[in-house]
């Protein structure tokens, strides 16, 4: 899976890096909302190497991430701690608190997963999962953003995050990688949708953002019925992909793409979940009371975004 040779000059020159950093400030999906408050997990990473992810109990990490890590003997935890989660915590307390140590510590994990296994060639079997791949991608944009607007003229940097993007996105289209009829085929179509309309600079942007619609509406299709019934796993996916279809929805949306088809799936889901209450996979409320709630499927989580500047601790 490494990034070989000089390609990571040439996916795009210093213009168009520079057109990208200057671009307007973008709404971008917000994958995870943790329940505990951002903030304390920002400071927990920042002040006492705790890492709390996901529904694990939080474990303490050295400074240098060797990325094979596995304190608690679980799949699990490593796909999450190969994901990123622990960055996406960083980058919104960031936009909360605009403390500066906390994209700094977002960065350089990002740096150091980069250079591990994209420009190094490290391999790990969670560093390229097919639910991984995925989330790790909606995190680097979700962390793309916020860095953006902390270090617009970090061109070198830009350079090598767009690129392992690059290579994120050319994974995503890839067919064995791709899960057809799938929760996690969900994921991988809305990472490769919100990548293709995030870095238009990109030749392929169009023909992925065209390939991640398509493969997004037979995924709705083949998942939900007209009625609303939810085809695969349990109840609990129900409101998984409700969430995820809402987050993907309010997105096309900001960016001027609505779509009725994908409105029709998030009031059905929501319709069918009726009174529906508790914690997703994901740590999500997924609580689900009418079809007004179903149109803003996933429940307002500002609650857990801590109010600003106080808690950023240098």
Known sequence: MAFMGGAWSRLLNDLQIAEWLESPVRAVIHPFRPSVPLVELADDILNRHLYRLHHHPGVQLPEELAWDEDPLGDRNWQMWHHSLLHVSYLAQAYEVTRCAAQIERAAAIVESWIGAFIHGGREHPMAWHDHAIAQRTLVLLEFAEAWRQYKREDVPFARRLLAALHHH?????EPHIYRLRHNHGIEQDRALLELAILVPQWPESEAWRQLAWSRLLEQVRAAVSFEGAYFEHSPNYE?????????TRDFLAQHGRPHEEINHAIESLGERSHFRSGRTAHGRQSVIRSRIAAKNCWINFDATRATANTHCMH
């Open 239 to 247: 409101g998984i992909v409700c969430v995820m279809l809402g987050q």
């Open 169 to 173: 996105g050319s994974l995503l289209t």
